[in-house]
């Protein structure tokens, strides 16, 4: 088993009232790198510091982390469009980072993108691939992407109360920039990434036809971005099983309707309930509602509770966030939250 996090950024993020991923837009920039940073090596090497929302609430990487380390999986990174250079090793699909959805093109390198990371699904030797994400703003492009495919669903958020409304807003502008109506690319996936999406949705679109049309098992690891993944393949004529992993915190929420949404668009959905309760108080952030998902956690705890291991994995969280967090890195923990939009 892989597991692949496509790391990315969309100037999305930037739009005020959307996304907790940072204390400030320059530290957002840093996220997905930094998180990338954190999978590979279980440190940042090279960006600022380790991720965390403004109330210390701590990047999903570190979870993901913890279940790589205690159970054992191969990762690979992709550059999706990172704004910010990255220390951990990483596979180019020719991705630059997303302009504002409320542009009229602000995802021109989607469509190469899509094209070249599917020969990158089709290519990794591992039978199993399960796909995550970071990318703030992230689930704004998501809603994009649903409009434009003409899928009505709802996308969670990081926030403990959701700005849905402003996100529809955020969409709205973006359709009318485009020229589209809802459900104008319909059957025409890479058309909705480029002009309603970011840089990560079309990287992980691809990836997931490249490993269906190769017969790989394939797992969609995280919350609604996911959701906008999968509907992104379907619409591009993949009928190989898929199913997508997430939190209790996402799956929960009667707002998102997370598994009606899921099985509707062919996805069998496997939900964990990672017991935050029970684990460090630094991520207690979690059970109040903040983060939720992102940087493939939802898979990693499926993992880890079909081993028998999620205590362990909630321990090794911990220990993780101490040195991680709590001790700060070169004195600071700052750099942003890929918890802001990641869900």
Do not use: W
């Not at 939720?292 to 509770?305: I, R, S």
């Amino acid at each position: 088993m892989r597991l692949v996090l496509a790391a990315g950024s969309t100037e999305t993020a930037r739009i005020e009232g959307l996304s907790a991923a940072g204390a400030d837009p320059e530290a957002m920039a840093y996220t997905p790198s930094a998180d990338a940073e954190v999978l590979a090596y279980g440190d940042v090497v090279r960006t600022p510091s380790v991720p965390v929302s403004p109330t210390g609430t701590p990047t999903p990487a570190i979870v993901t982390r913890a279940g790589q380390e205690v159970v054992g999986f191969d990762v690979t990174v992709v550059d999706a469009g990172l704004a910010e250079p990255t220390g951990a090793p990483t596979v180019s699909v020719g991705a630059r980072p997303g302009e504002d959805v409320r542009e009229a093109d602000p995802v021109p390198t989607a469509p190469g993108a899509f094209l070249a990371a599917r020969d990158v699904g089709r290519s990794l030797p591992d039978d199993h691939l399960v796909l995550a994400e970071t990318v703030p703003g992230g689930t704004t492009t998501a809603l994009g992407v649903l409009r434009a495919l003409g899928e009505d669903a709802a996308v969670s958020s990081s926030l403990p109360t959701n700005p849905i409304e402003r996100k529809r807003e955020v969409v709205a502008d973006g359709l009318a920039a485009s020229g589209l109506d809802a459900g104008d690319c319909e059957n025409d996936p890479r058309e909705a990434v480029r002009r309603m999406g970011d840089p990560v949705l079309a990287t992980l679109a691809g990836v997931a036809t490249g490993a269906l049309a190769a017969g790989k098992r394939v797992t969609l690891a995280g919350g609604t971005q996911q959701l906008a993944v999968a509907a992104l393949a379907r619409h591009d004529g993949a009928t190989g099983p898929l199913d997508v992993a997430t939190t209790t915190y996402v799956a929960d929420d009667d707002a998102v309707a997370f598994r009606e949404t899921a099985r509707r668009l062919d996805c069998e959905p496997t939900v964990t309930d990672p017991q935050f309760d029970r684990a460090h108080v630094g991520f207690g952030g979690y059970v109040g509602g903040e983060a939720k998902e992102g940087v493939g956690m939802g898979g990693a705890l499926a993992l880890a509770n079909a081993t028998g291991e999620l205590a362990a994995v909630r321990e090794r969280a911990g220990e993780l966030y101490d040195r991680l967090v709590d001790a700060g890195v070169d004195g600071s923990t700052d750099a942003g939250s890929n918890a802001g939009d990641a869900p």
